[in-house]
């Protein structure tokens, strides 16, 4: 199995400019989520959904937006990109009786 | 959920065991305790949770105190590639708890 998949793996953008982290899963989880991790810190999350239709905001959701039209794809978009969301994107998904997460590989983004 | 204390940093001679503490003091009757660990930016990686009773799988060891205030991650004979910064997590598995909060963590480094 895959896992967790997310693309692209690094990406520059200019500030200002929009656009989308893809994630997607083949474990058939229902839960799904987006963490952001700057340098030396922890992870902080964004965005996460309980299952296909339904999404709700994290800790740090300003900035950012999702949908979750399937149970395997959860895009995370970036709207107007500014130098404070330079970081570094985890996606992440789980059974609901459980919080043993599996993680992506994660997006690396730098806004200039 | 519950907030955990754990040191910033330890290093652990190769081949030895690795003990890192976490404390959880505040600790409710339903949450349960999770380890990862996040190996050179990859995406986080679970380890090993927990409840009241102490639990072993192929990675680790994990000892929770009887009054569950803390927690022992015991890593049996660490290798080079356990270098890592490992988080303690406590959450609760009910409905309505999603996030993973991870704090700083314990960064182990495994000395040759």
């Known amino acids: 199995n895959a896992g967790v998949t997310q693309t692209p793996k690094f990406r520059i953008l200019k500030i200002g400019q929009s656009m989308t982290l893809q994630c997607a899963q083949d474990?058939?989880?229902?839960?799904m989520y987006w963490y952001r991790q700057d340098p030396g810190m922890g992870l902080k999350l964004i965005y996460y959904?309980?299952?296909?239709?339904?999404?709700d905001k994290g800790e740090v959701p300003n900035g950012y937006n999702v949908s979750r039209s399937t149970t395997e794809d959860f895009p995370l978009r970036l709207e107007l990109a500014a130098p404070s969301q330079t970081s570094v994107y985890f996606c992440?998904?789980?059974?609901?009786?459980?919080?043993?997460?599996?993680f992506g590989q994660g997006t690396r983004l730098t806004v200039v | 959920d519950a907030k955990t204390t754990q040191p910033p940093s330890m290093d652990c001679a190769e081949g030895r065991a690795a003990n890192l503490p976490c404390n959880h003091s505040?600790?409710?009757?339903?949450?349960?305790v999770y380890w990862y660990r996040q190996i050179h930016s990859q995406g986080p990686q679970y380890i090993i949770h927990?409840?009241?009773n102490n639990e072993t799988n192929e990675m680790a060891s994990l000892i929770i105190t009887e009054d569950r205030k803390s927690s022992t991650l015991i890593l049996p004979h660490a290798t080079l590639r356990d270098t890592a910064v490992y988080y303690c997590?406590?959450?609760?598995?009910?409905?309505?708890?999603?996030?993973?909060?991870f704090g700083k963590g314990t960064k182990l480094s495994v000395i040759p």
């Open positions: 992440a998904s789980s059974y609901p009786e459980t919080r043993r997460a599996f």
């Open positions: 474990m058939n989880h229902n839960y």
């Open positions: 959904s309980v299952g296909a239709g339904i999404t």
């Open positions: 505040t600790i409710s009757g339903n949450e349960y």
């Open positions: 927990g409840l009241k």
């Open positions: 997590i406590v959450v609760s598995s009910g409905a309505g708890s999603y996030q993973l909060t």
